[in-house]
């Protein structure tokens, strides 16, 4: 099975990603995940796209095509969650034709709907382990143990690009160059649209219904 999370930037896409992967056995294709690892282990794609990050502009398409077919290779027998690509249409093309060519289309595309005002809301008070990547928020889902992650005991830290200049940024990309694919997906008649509003395990009742 082939699924993407789409979305707006804060909308709940890893952490949902995070669950469906534990509960079902996804494997996760999350590209802010993977390029972050790149920037923190300071490996040539990492400089390569390290201002992008900061900024919250979107990485060139030819660099995520190039990460999706890589890890395609490797994990093509799987089920895999696409969380955080595609984010252009040429992504979404890219995408397309390599899992045509492996005979696997995408399933399921679901939507995470999440009005603005409560994006930035989350964006402010979100946090994530340095060491594992997990998501929390002060406000909705805060660790056990303040400032250390559950699962792996790694730092708590504010993600660089969660500061108001990059939000205003990322939300500009996503309303520019992401929010077509809506479009796009739902002509294909596979695309679901779920409120993300409430907590993480809601949101996630609400997801596995339709799986
Ligand atoms: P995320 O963790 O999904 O919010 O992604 C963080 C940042 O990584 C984005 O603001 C972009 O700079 C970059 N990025 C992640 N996924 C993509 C993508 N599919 N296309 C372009 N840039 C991306």
Do not use: W
């Not at 995520?64 to 984010?87: A, M």
């Not at 946090?127 to 002060?138: D, V």
């Not at 479009?183 to 409120?195: C, Q």
């Amino acid at each position: 099975m082939r699924i993407v999370l789409l979305g707006p930037p804060g909308a709940g896409k890893g952490t949902q990603a995070q669950l469906l992967s534990e509960d079902k056995g996804f494997e996760r294709f999350s590209t802010g995940d993977i390029l972050r690892r790149h920037i923190s282990e300071n490996t040539p794609l990492g400089s390569r796209v390290k201002d992008y990050l900061i900024k919250g502009e979107l990485v060139p398409d030819d660099i995520l095509l190039q990460l999706v077919r890589n890890f395609l290779k490797e994990k093509n027998l799987s089920p895999i969650l696409f969380d955080g690509f595609p984010r252009t249409l040429t992504q979404a093309k890219g995408l397309d034709g390599l899992l045509e060519e492996e005979g696997h289309p995408l399933d399921l595309v679901i939507f995470l709907d999440l009005p603005e005002t409560e994006i930035i809301r989350r964006l402010n008070s979100r946090r994530i382990c340095k060491r594992c990547g997990a998501n929390y928020n002060l406000i909705t889902q805060p660790p056990k143990v303040s400032g250390r992650c559950d699962r792996c005991g790694g730092l708590l830290i504010k993600r660089e690009d969660d500061n108001t200049k990059a939000i205003r940024e990322r939300l500009r990309a996503y309303r520019e160059r992401t929010s077509p694919l809506y479009e796009y997906y739902e002509r294909r008649g596979i695309l679901i649209k779920v409120s993300g509003m409430g907590s993480p395990l809601q949101v996630y009742k609400r997801i596995i219904r339709f799986l």
